[in-house]
């Protein structure tokens, strides 16, 4: 992952209002934050300048990579292929176990928005000489860059690119409205089923990242979801049924569930990692409540990763290490039994 040090000028937002004494709402996510003049959202890469509310981060690329799609976590979506994946500084989440700490909260933290310039036509223009089959838009929060990948994302369709978030779920209706038209693909981090938990740890509420997850589900964009299991956080076996309730009777059992281990980080480093007897039952228990495709995460090696027939159980597509060994599908079915494999371009 390369981070990178120019800058762009800043870029007039867009789903917002003005209010009176110049304050502005702010309509791209949950906080729905309200901005006097001088001050920033949440994200602290929202900025209201004279009575304008700006995009402080538009076109500066922090880092760009290019990996298996299945990296994102995405393994039902286009197996095997790369995804050219880009991030701006900032996250309107303060998670304390953040893996990318370093570049979400950049902007909370150290008042920077850093970034290499980087037009949406030069982001395209590197997924094409890379061979990627989508662009990602990930490793901080998409939608507080938001302006960034719907342009990035109309030209990306208009070649024949996908386009992928992977995002904590915190986005309003109107985002949902104005960018699913572009939205081909996204893992949402599901990051526990309890409110208290997202009020201590998150700074932020249960409901809207449901209500995203149901959106999404309903409009048909291909969606995975990924719970980060923390010991004493959210492991417990009767909150881990809970989401797996949930995607099932919310989302529908053909919802792959990724299951990740924990590794201590950010202000989390005290807290151990996961027992993998605590995965092997957050599996389980996904399995016994009907899903099809539960997988672990972050266990190199891991059978877990496999995909098998929800139908006969044979072996369909092998995985090591995020890496796609066989896929024995055939046109999206199960070489076997010939049952249908939920995803887009297995």
């Not at 994102?72 to 790369?82: D, R």
């Not at 991030?87 to 909370?108: D, H, K, L, V, Y």
């Not at 150290?110 to 970034?115: A, E």
Request: charged share 20%.
């Amino acid at each position: 992952m390369e981070h990178t040090g120019t800058s762009a000028e800043p870029k007039e937002a867009v789903l917002y209002e003005k209010l009176s004494d110049g304050r502005m709402l702010c309509h791209l996510c949950a906080h729905r934050c309200i901005i006097t003049d001088g001050k920033r959202g949440i994200c602290h890469v929202r900025e209201n300048q004279d009575g304008t509310l700006y995009t402080l981060v538009y076109g500066r690329s922090i880092t760009r990579h290019v990996d298996p799609v299945e990296k994102k976590p995405l393994f039902h979506f286009y197996p095997g292929t790369k995804a050219y994946s880009i991030a701006t500084p900032g996250c309107n989440f303060g998670c304390r176990w953040c893996q990318n700490w370093e570049i979400s909260q950049m902007p909370r933290q150290q008042h920077l928005t850093m970034g290499e310039e980087a037009s949406p036509a030069q982001i395209l223009a590197a997924a094409q000489r890379y061979g990627c089959r989508s662009i990602a838009y990930t490793y901080t929060e998409p939608t507080v860059f938001f302006e960034y990948t719907y342009d990035t994302a109309r030209l990306a369709h208009e070649a024949g690119l996908a386009n992928i978030y992977v995002s904590n779920g915190y986005m309003t209706a109107e985002m949902l409205e104005t960018f699913h038209t572009y939205l081909d693909a996204i893992n949402v981090d599901l990051k526990a089923f309890r409110e208290e938990t997202y009020l201590k740890y998150v700074g932020a509420k249960l409901q809207p990242v449901l209500d995203t997850l149901k959106w999404v589900k309903s409009h048909g964009i291909w969606l995975e979801v990924t719970t980060l299991i923390i010991p004493g956080i959210n492991d417990g076996p009767s909150e881990l049924s809970d989401v797996a309730t949930f995607i099932a009777s919310e989302l529908g059992v053909d919802t792959p569930w990724h299951i990740s281990r924990f590794f201590p980080a950010y202000r989390m480093k005290d807290v151990p990692l996961t027992p993998l007897a605590t995965l092997r039952r957050a599996r389980d228990i996904g399995l016994e409540t009907g899903l099809r495709y539960v997988y672990q995460g972050n266990i190199p090696e891991s059978e877990a990763e496999t995909t098998y027939c929800h139908s006969c159980g044979s072996l369909l597509v092998r995985r090591r290490g995020l890496t796609l060994s066989d896929n024995k599908t055939v046109k999206g079915r199960c070489w076997q039994c010939g049952a249908q494999i939920d995803g887009v371009g297995m």
